[in-house]
């Protein structure tokens, strides 16, 4: 259990350390940010903790999360700052945030600021992944929110000598019900001054004070279309980055990797880069190296300039992308799941009247966020603070610790936002290396990765070969359905793990085996009364210190599964001569004997929903096929991710004379339960499809035997402003069966949306031309020579 | 060697080697974090300031080699009041993780500046080489038409003010 300390501590410390004057006078000039971001007057006992030590002297202990003080702090003026352990890629989580808890608390929202995921100062709620902000972590926020509003009113009732219950609250004043002119602010009882009530729970997941949380129906600030309280700081330019942080004495580093995948380093001829300008000294342990110096361009030159020997590997680490697929057929797997069986398909199969088979392709695919990885680390006073954009800045922390052997309470971690995380700072390789160098230096050392370095050597998602094999009967019923997966994902990338980051692995640290990794069977709520589902892993040559080293890359393994699994439904329903929609709507209602109906009811209604927006008419795939130069067609393709339903229409032009493939038209149904923020939920879908829109269309990381070949912008395509669809329709759902339910949980929204893009533009470059593709991606040049094949 | 640039209407002095990309200045020495590392290459514009009226890649501009005025995404703001661009990102809610965003505004403005009226063409080719990895395109777009119908009330209305 944590020990209770001193919390929330070190604001202000925070904010000037890590904003500087510019932070300074931006809040001077910035009306709503003020609001937003200043951790208004500071409670005394704040002051009190700051003036402890020198500032940021450390110890950083965690927060303790059973205070209701390490969650809230109510200002004299009525304000008030929440402390949360998530952070924010720029998905609105913080806004959501904020709109639960002052809901709960029956506070005005601009009244609030929120504090997200600094390891002093906040509460472990372990960062951000999976989608759960609101599915797990909004849940305790709001149970503390609606604590504090419980005490508040006892508060006030002592204060007026009535009872909590003739009181009534409204933002942040509470009056006497039978007596208006009676009335007290949040601010005057208890403004700058703590709680002091404990929470229970077992967990972070399960605090809670007493109070009840409000019905959904008193949710006033839920569900409103607010603008994310980040932006204006993000487009004024005054936003501090993780990028920008710096303290006095800092210095640059850059990393240089092997040239070639597993090679092994010689040596390093210090005499080419000693007498460069602010040169400080070549640190190298293993097969780490990096260069530090006085300024950032100084040590880009001098990563450059370093002549290191390298020992290339004795046997080729890779197979070649070309050879890919053909390796992943043939490997050994190094696991498999167990077959999840329905039924009998091996009489299913047999008895049908027609069968099926196809294989589908999916590729490696990097993150290649825009900024490449980066963070500073400061190991001033015996600590190490460190500011980065880690999406799971507690985990960090703890492998920080862990890898330098500190006490984990001399580590803290300062996130700040960060160029797109989508899993790429799950494991923190930058934040390690910052904080690996500033020990060895002695100084706060900043560290970026330099553009080819984060093409190759970033995590990236696995790539996938699929074999799908489908039976109709003689009513184009699906009576078996059969799906074999086998992913590239041997040795997957942990959390910020001391012994497998990066640079621990360069360095020859090794945990006692590699991780199994996972392959996944599709995620839909299809009714098919015979289905066998099998994923194996398998590996590729090269385990260690690999630049294909798997890691999750947003909605890890959905894109690539549900590609293969919802093209073939779609091949299925072309084999029975039904209509693409018509044929999902009859998986989803066919007889069934499982428990899922709140699941499928929720799926029916989100592909009418779909059908709806779209202008959906009726009839089989392909349609015929024209006679111009520009080919066009419509695509369906539904999935389920824990709890969340999306359906998506892509309406899709082929020029049959290049084998380029523009998007025109996007439609999303989805369904994620409680709306919080209708505004903020369709800007994450609409970049979370054309993200998906992008991998299929794009994306591939290239490789030889012996290194990854695509490295750049040219080399490694993106989406680009050219493909932006000309219109984008999202319809919000709630598909709940249960007309008299009020409305469902907040479930997760932001991966979710990426999932059936491909698979629906798939769809509809089929039905438009007759073409099925199975490879990601739909590049032109592929394209053009499946339609050349097909004679289209 | 000691170079001045002339940064948002200041006139700053540097004293740093002349092959120094315009970037690292802006940011390190300057404290204009505007511009942002992406690439270093070119290739994807986070690093996007205006020189001359021409969208111009910091990272592989030589700090000597910059002779005119320089705007960062912190010059676009003019007395406190931002720029319609800005104003349009906030209406239309642009930023998904706000990196690029730097890049795309700079670069619309220079867009804006040249072809106050443009097509839904004119702005994907002339923004196509700028890169958002939370593909925020479609809504880039929106903000930029949104922002152009801004900018064209805004110059009826100042030619009023004349008038009157």
């Known amino acids: 259990m944590t020990t209770f300390t001193t919390v929330p501590r070190q604001i202000e410390d925070a904010l000037e350390r890590c904003h500087g004057a510019s932070r300074r006078d931006f809040l001077r000039t910035s009306g709503l940010l003020v609001v937003s971001f200043t951790a208004a007057a500071l409670a005394p006992f704040e002051v009190e903790a700051a003036a402890q030590g020198a500032p940021g002297a450390g110890p950083y202990p965690l927060v303790d999360f059973r205070q209701l003080d390490s969650w809230i702090v109510i200002h004299e003026d009525s304000t008030a700052t929440f402390y949360v352990g998530k952070t924010d890629g720029g998905q609105g989580t913080g806004t959501a945030f904020r709109q639960l808890m002052c809901d709960e608390l029956d506070l005005a929202y601009d009244k609030s600021t929120l504090i997200m995921g600094r390891t002093d100062i906040t509460v472990d709620q372990g960062g951000s992944g999976g989608s759960d902000a609101l599915q797990v972590d909004a849940w305790p926020a709001r149970r503390v929110a609606a604590e504090a509003r419980r005490v508040l009113l006892e508060l006030a009732a002592a204060r007026f000598g009535v009872p909590a219950g003739e009181l009534s609250v409204r933002e942040g004043v509470i009056t006497v019900s039978a007596d208006p002119s009676k009335r007290v602010t949040y601010g005057e009882l208890i403004g700058g001054r703590r709680f002091n009530v404990a929470l229970t729970g077992q967990n972070i997941d399960a605090t809670t004070g007493v109070a009840k949380l409000k019905p959904v129906q008193e949710l006033k600030i839920t569900g409103q279309r607010l603008h994310r309280y980040d932006i204006p700081a993000k487009v004024d330019g005054s936003l501090k980055w993780a990028s920008g942080a710096k303290v006095p004495g800092m210095v640059h580093a850059r990393n240089v990797r092997p040239p070639v995948a597993g090679a092994t380093l010689v040596s390093i001829d210090e005499s080419s880069v000693k007498g460069l300008p602010g040169f400080i000294r070549v640190v190298s342990r293993g097969n780490y190296v990096a260069v530090v110096c006085e300024r950032e361009e100084q040590a880009i030159r001098a990563a450059q300039q370093l002549k290191v020997q390298w020992q290339k590997p004795a046997t080729p680490p890779f197979p070649g992308s070309d050879n890919l697929y053909s390796y992943i057929r043939n490997a050994t797997p190094t696991s498999s799941s167990k077959p999840d069986i329905v039924g009998n398909p091996d009489a299913a199969f047999a008895g049908a009247a027609t069968v099926i088979e196809s294989e589908y392709e999916h590729p490696f695919q990097g993150h290649t966020a825009i900024g490449p990885a980066h963070a500073m680390a400061d190991p001033s006073n015996g600590q190490m603070t460190i500011w980065s954009n880690d999406m799971k800045s507690y985990g960090l922390r703890l492998g920080v610790a862990k890898f330098l052997d500190m006490p984990v309470d001399r580590v803290r971690v300062i996130w700040m936002e960060g160029p797109q995380l989508y899993g790429r700072t799950a494991a923190d390789d930058a934040g390690f290396e910052a904080a690996f160098l500033a020990r060895e230096i002695g100084r706060p050392v900043r560290v970026q990765w330099m553009r080819l370095e984060e093409t190759a050597w970033d995590t990236k998602g696995p790539a996938y070969a699929f074999k799908l094999r489908g039976g109709l009967d003689a009513q184009g019923n699906v009576v078996a359905l059969e799906y074999h997966g086998r992913a590239v994902d041997h040795n997957h990338l942990g959390y910020n793990e001391p012994d497998t980051v990066l640079i621990a692995q360069l360095m020859g640290i090794r945990p006692a085996a590699p991780a199994t990794g996972g392959a996944v069977a599709p995620s839909e709520m299809y009714a098919v009364p015979n289905r066998r589902r099998v994923a194996d892993v398998v590996s590729l040559p090269l385990v260690w210190e690999s630049p294909l080293r798997t890691g999750n890359l947003r909605d890890p393994n959905g894109p690539q599964v549900h590609f293969a699994s919802e093209s073939f439904i779609d091949e299925l329903a072309a084999a029975a001569k039904a209509d693409p929609v018509a044929f999902r709507l009859k998986l989803l209602t066919a007889e069934t004997r499982d428990d899922s109906a709140f699941r499928r009811a929720r799926s029916i209604a989100a592909l009418k929903a779909a059908a709806e927006l779209y202008g959906w008419d009726p009839r089989p795939s392909p349609k015929p096929i024209g006679t111009g130069a520009l080919l066009t067609g419509r695509g369906v393709a539904y999935c389920y991710r824990n709890q969340t339903i999306v359906v998506e229409i892509a309406e899709v032009e082929v020029n049959r004379e290049t084998g380029h493939v523009w998007v025109k038209r996007l439609v999303c149904a989805h369904d994620c339960g409680l709306v919080v923020n209708p505004e903020g939920l369709e800007r994450v879908l609409e970049g979370n499809m054309l993200y998906g829109l992008s991998r299929a269309l794009h994306e591939e990381v290239r490789f030889d035997t012996e290194k990854v070949t695509s490295v750049d912008w040219t080399t490694h395509p993106t989406l680009t402003h050219l493909d932006a669809p000309a219109k984008i329709d999202i319809v919000l759902v709630n598909g709940d069966p249960d007309a008299k339910r009020p409305d469902l949980p907040h479930y997760g929204a932001g991966e979710a949306a990426c999932r059936p893009t491909a698979a629906a533009v798939a769809n509809a470059i089929f039905d438009a031309t007759g073409v099925r593709l199975r490879r990601v991606p739909f590049r032109d040049a592929r394209v053009l020579a499946a339609l050349k094949a097909a004679r289209v | ?164």
């Not at chain 2, 000691?2 to 970037?23: A, H, M, Q």
């Not at chain 2, 642009?94 to 403005?109: E, F, H, R, S, W």
């Not at chain 2, 809504?139 to 110059?155: F, L, P, V």
């Open chain 2, 1 to 164: 060697m000691s170079i001045t640039l002339r940064v948002n209407g200041n006139t700053r002095t540097v004293d740093v080697d002349p092959s120094t990309p315009l970037l690292y200045i802006l940011r390190n020495d300057l404290g204009l974090e505007g511009p942002r590392f992406g690439c270093g290459l070119g290739q994807c514009g986070a690093c996007t300031v205006i020189i001359n009226g021409a969208a111009v890649r910091s990272c592989v501009t030589p700090c000597s080699a910059v002779k005119g005025e320089i705007t960062t995404l912190e010059g676009l703001s003019k007395d406190g009041a931002l720029h319609p661009i800005q104003q349009a990102w906030i209406d239309e809610q642009v930023p998904q993780c706000g990196y690029c965003q730097n890049g795309q505004m700079l670069t619309a403005k220079v867009l804006l500046d040249r072809n106050p009226n443009p097509s839904d063409a004119d702005i994907r080719k002339f923004m196509a080489g700028t890169l958002c990895r939370c593909m925020t395109y479609y809504r880039i777009q929106a903000a930029i038409r949104r922002a152009a119908t801004a900018m064209k009330t805004a110059d009826t209305a100042s030619n009023e003010g004349v008038v009157a």
